[in-house]
């Protein structure tokens, strides 16, 4: 059987089954009980194992057959879901996805994944892998982490009297039945106080998904002396060391603050949030009446609509000359219709957000945990749809974004409760419309930018000079963060550090004809505002005239259009500036520009279009105003790259060649 017509679609549809995946097991990890979910991670690992085994993938579909036992055991109740076990998943999922990528680049998908099999296997026989162990024994060091609730308590006990004692327990290296000592141990200090915590959960001690160390929190009324004899008693304890909890080491928060934690942590965990989360989850698997389209096939419908435009603009021309009734109707209808036409074809291009924005939960849950810091992640408005184009490119910047909102701009959990901050960071990635644009936002509740180390940094890398630095604003400021090899990072990590991004990331943007903005509030966090064309195909221009050369410039950049008399062009710093609105704002002469021949014209005004890229504007001086037109954007090709302040070129309807401006360029 040829298999080979079909490898398109498998790996299509298994990219799907990943993403589905990972989704849900992102979506356990905060509902543990929900059953639903693991029925649903079930349904997709198994169509997975199934599609790979009739395409000859055998290391595919047994490293999923194994998830698929694992996941059987969590159903029936045989394995608890733990931090560990989802750890195991995911690293399953890392390989799955490994293999796929292979696989669309034309390898056979192999991979070697026998460790990952083997932790599997353990945990589908309820053993510890070797790995979980090792990192029970390095978690199960201290209990310094208390949550608002615990340090409550604690306060309260000692002020009645109690003892809060921390209990570092270690079992003998020979300890056959290690939860039947835990429960011994349980057992002891129930009888003289109360355990408040402990280290690793207990349902990981209950298991044995531990080394051979624990460590316990505790309320009594007993000396530290007696609560060590007491459970040294116990037979196969190694070595006890009692610490005692100080009071003046817990940071308590308001009770204002307090009652705000406890409505947030109830609202996270209310019944009705996740049963609605399940349900929503679900739903969004369900689909209607579609069908797969290549894409290659929508870029060559639209580079045939493309060619469309430019012979309607054509009509348009003709019928203007030839002032026939009959052809100027039928030019009209043919300009509604492609106008439609052109509409679904973008449509049928656009995308939701959410392809990209998925991948992200997963990748701050394993950032935040190599940092040691507590982050959520807030997703709004992923169902934004962009064009395909822009959704290719736009991921890399909105992942160096993201990094670095973890690494720069989240506290660890100590920091932020000394600030009166809730230990858990939160990131917000936002996407909504706005006129012909979308805009994706990444904001955190961190630390913000500090002004003075930006302009200390700026001044140590000779970007500019300390007299500069006294006169910016703090938008001029933290726009130095996107110059070319800028870090304010004090070590290099494999995260950030190296003055390798921001520049990078706007380069990128910029180069999808977008902008990115910073805003920050120095110890309430930083905002990076993103803004992004529809699509890059085809957009709306005004045509203007200089000389007898025509040019186009794109809607999105002008605020308008104005004729100005030459006595009001003023001279500042030669440099020719206009007053607008009461702004100054520099005169650009676009035939010096661009060099453009002819003579000067002697006439007493001058056309003018006023340009914006973010809070600074320029006037472009022109010869006339030829009107608005949708245009075609066609590159120039791998020998003109690097011509200043263009961006392409259009056909337009009489056959002419008409280059398009690069605002950006020209404010700069």
């Given at each position: 059987?040829?298999?080979?017509?079909?490898?398109?679609?498998?790996?299509?549809?298994?990219?799907?089954?990943?993403?589905?995946?990972?989704?849900?097991?992102?979506?356990?990890?905060?509902?543990?009980?929900?059953?639903s979910i693991v029925n649903e991670i079930f349904r997709s690992a198994?169509?997975?194992?199934?599609?790979?085994?009739?395409?000859?993938?055998?290391?595919?579909?047994?490293?999923?057959?194994?998830?698929?036992?694992?996941?059987?055991?969590?159903?029936?109740?045989?394995?608890?879901?733990?931090?560990?076990?989802?750890?195991?998943?995911?690293?399953?999922?890392?390989?799955?996805?490994?293999?796929?990528?292979?696989?669309?680049?034309?390898?056979?998908?192999?991979?070697?994944?026998?460790?990952?099999?083997?932790?599997?296997?353990?945990?589908?026989?309820?053993?510890?892998?070797?790995?979980?162990?090792?990192?029970?024994?390095?978690?199960?060091?201290?209990?310094?982490?208390?949550?608002?609730?615990?340090?409550?308590?604690?306060?309260?006990?000692?002020?009645?009297?109690?003892?809060?004692?921390?209990?570092?327990?270690?079992?003998?290296?020979?300890?056959?039945?290690?939860?039947?000592?835990?429960?011994?141990?349980?057992?002891?200090?129930e009888q003289i106080g109360e355990i408040i915590k402990t280290l690793?959960?207990?349902?990981?001690?209950?298991?044995?998904?531990?080394?051979?160390?624990?460590?316990?929190?505790?309320?009594?009324?007993?000396?530290?002396?007696?609560?060590?004899?007491?459970?040294?008693?116990?037979?196969?304890?190694?070595?006890?060391?009692?610490?005692?909890?100080?009071?003046?080491?817990?940071?308590?928060?308001?009770?204002?603050?307090?009652?705000?934690?406890?409505?947030?942590?109830?609202?996270?965990?209310?019944?009705?949030?996740?049963?609605?989360?399940?349900?929503?989850?679900?739903?969004?698997?369900?689909?209607?009446?579609?069908?797969?389209?290549?894409?290659?096939?929508?870029?060559?419908?639209?580079?045939?609509?493309?060619?469309?435009?430019?012979?309607?603009?054509?009509?348009?021309?003709?019928?203007?000359?030839?002032?026939?009734?009959?052809?100027?109707?039928?030019?009209?209808?043919?300009?509604?219709?492609?106008?439609?036409?052109?509409?679904?074809?973008?449509?049928?291009?656009?995308?939701?957000?959410?392809?990209?924005?998925?991948?992200?939960?997963?990748?701050?849950?394993?950032?935040?945990?190599?940092?040691?810091?507590?982050?959520?992640?807030?997703?709004?408005?992923?169902?934004?749809?962009?064009?395909?184009?822009?959704?290719?490119?736009?991921?890399?910047?909105?992942?160096?974004?993201?990094?670095?909102?973890?690494d720069h701009g989240i506290e660890n959990p100590v920091v932020r409760?000394?600030?009166?901050?809730?230990?858990?960071?939160?990131?917000?990635?936002?996407?909504?419309?706005?006129?012909?644009?979308?805009?994706?936002?990444?904001?955190?509740?961190?630390?913000?930018?500090?002004?003075?180390?930006?302009?200390?940094?700026?001044?140590?890398?000779?970007?500019?000079?300390?007299?500069?630095?006294?006169?910016?604003?703090?938008?001029?400021?933290?726009?130095?963060?996107?110059?070319?090899?800028?870090?304010?990072?004090?070590?290099?990590?494999?995260?950030?550090?190296?003055?390798?991004?921001?520049?990078?990331?706007?380069?990128?943007?910029?180069?999808?004809?977008?902008?990115?903005?910073?805003?920050?509030?120095?110890?309430?966090?930083?905002?990076?505002?993103?803004?992004?064309?529809?699509?890059?195909?085809?957009?709306?221009?005004?045509?203007?005239?200089?000389?007898?050369?025509?040019?186009?410039?794109?809607?999105?950049?002008?605020?308008?259009?104005?004729?100005?008399?030459?006595?009001?062009?003023?001279?500042?710093?030669?440099?020719?500036?206009?007053?607008?609105?009461?702004?100054?704002?520099?005169?650009?002469?676009?035939?010096?520009?661009?060099?453009?021949?002819?003579?000067?014209?002697?006439?007493?005004?001058?056309?003018?279009?006023?340009?914006?890229?973010?809070?600074?504007?320029?006037?472009?001086?022109?010869?006339?105003?030829?009107?608005?037109?949708?245009?075609?954007?066609?590159?120039?090709?791998?020998?003109?790259?690097?011509?200043?302040?263009?961006?392409?070129?259009?056909?337009?309807?009489?056959?002419?060649?008409?280059?398009?401006?690069?605002?950006?360029?020209?404010?700069?």
């Amino acid at each position: 059987m040829e298999l080979t017509q079909y490898l398109d679609i498998f790996i299509e549809e298994s990219k799907e089954h990943l993403q589905s995946i990972n989704q849900q097991v992102l979506l356990l990890e905060k509902t543990p009980g929900e059953l639903s979910i693991v029925n649903e991670i079930f349904r997709s690992a198994h169509t997975l194992k199934g599609m790979s085994a009739t395409m000859g993938y055998e290391d595919l579909a047994n490293l999923t057959h194994c998830m698929e036992n694992v996941l059987d055991a969590i159903r029936n109740n045989k394995l608890d879901v733990s931090s560990s076990v989802l750890d195991v998943l995911f690293a399953s999922l890392d390989h799955l996805e490994a293999m796929v990528v292979e696989i669309s680049e034309g390898g056979s998908g192999k991979r070697d994944v026998a460790e990952t099999v083997k932790e599997l296997e353990a945990l589908e026989k309820g053993e510890v892998p070797q790995s979980m162990q090792a990192e029970a024994n390095n978690e199960a060091g201290s209990l310094q982490d208390y949550d608002q609730y615990e340090k409550q308590i604690i306060i309260q006990s000692k002020e009645q009297g109690f003892h809060a004692y921390e209990l570092s327990i270690s079992l003998r290296e020979d300890c056959i039945l290690k939860a039947a000592r835990v429960y011994m141990v349980f057992e002891v200090i129930e009888q003289i106080g109360e355990i408040i915590k402990t280290l690793p959960a207990v349902d990981m001690l209950e298991t044995e998904q531990f080394g051979t160390h624990f460590t316990l929190s505790i309320l009594t009324k007993e000396s530290a002396v007696d609560v060590k004899e007491r459970i040294l008693k116990v037979s196969e304890i190694d070595a006890v060391e009692v610490i005692d909890i100080k009071a003046d080491q817990l940071n308590i928060s308001s009770n204002s603050e307090r009652e705000e934690n406890d409505k947030l942590e109830q609202q996270e965990v209310s019944p009705q949030d996740k049963k609605s989360g399940v349900q929503q989850t679900s739903n969004a698997g369900s689909s209607g009446k579609t069908i797969r389209v290549n894409i290659e096939r929508l870029d060559q419908l639209m580079n045939l609509f493309e060619e469309l435009v430019i012979d309607r603009g054509r009509l348009e021309e003709i019928s203007k000359s030839l002032k026939s009734m009959e052809l100027n109707e039928t030019v009209e209808r043919m300009s509604r219709v492609s106008g439609d036409l052109q509409n679904i074809i973008l449509t049928m291009r656009m995308v939701p957000v959410e392809q990209v924005f998925n991948r992200f939960p997963r990748m701050i849950r394993g950032l935040a945990k190599d940092l040691g810091k507590k982050v959520n992640l807030e997703i709004v408005g992923a169902e934004t749809e962009l064009d395909r184009t822009v959704i290719d490119e736009i991921g890399d910047p909105l992942v160096h974004l993201l990094r670095n909102s973890i690494d720069h701009g989240i506290e660890n959990p100590v920091v932020r409760s000394s600030k009166g901050k809730n230990e858990t960071g939160t990131i917000y990635l936002r996407a909504f419309h706005s006129g012909n644009h979308v805009f994706i936002e990444i904001q955190d509740d961190g630390a913000g930018i500090n002004k003075q180390k930006v302009l200390s940094k700026a001044i140590e890398n000779g970007i500019l000079t300390k007299e500069m630095s006294e006169n910016l604003t703090d938008k001029e400021c933290f726009e130095l963060l996107f110059a070319s090899g800028f870090s304010t990072a004090d070590v290099v990590s494999d995260i950030s550090g190296r003055g390798v991004g921001l520049d990078v990331v706007k380069n990128k943007i910029e180069s999808l004809g977008g902008s990115i903005t910073v805003d920050s509030t120095e110890g309430s966090g930083t905002i990076f505002s993103i803004q992004l064309p529809l699509t890059l195909s085809i957009m709306s221009v005004m045509l203007v005239e200089i000389s007898r050369e025509k040019y186009a410039i794109p809607l999105s950049s002008i605020i308008e259009t104005a004729i100005i008399r030459k006595e009001e062009i003023l001279s500042a710093h030669n440099q020719k500036v206009i007053d607008f609105r009461g702004k100054v704002v520099p005169l650009v002469n676009m035939k010096d520009i661009f060099e453009v021949p002819g003579s000067t014209e002697s006439g007493q005004h001058v056309p003018v279009v006023v340009v914006r890229k973010g809070d600074k504007m320029a006037a472009l001086a022109v010869d006339s105003f030829i009107g608005q037109q949708e245009i075609v954007l066609k590159s120039l090709g791998q020998y003109l790259t690097s011509v200043f302040a263009i961006s392409g070129a259009t056909i337009l309807g009489d056959g002419q060649v008409a280059l398009i401006l690069d605002c950006n360029a020209l404010i700069k």
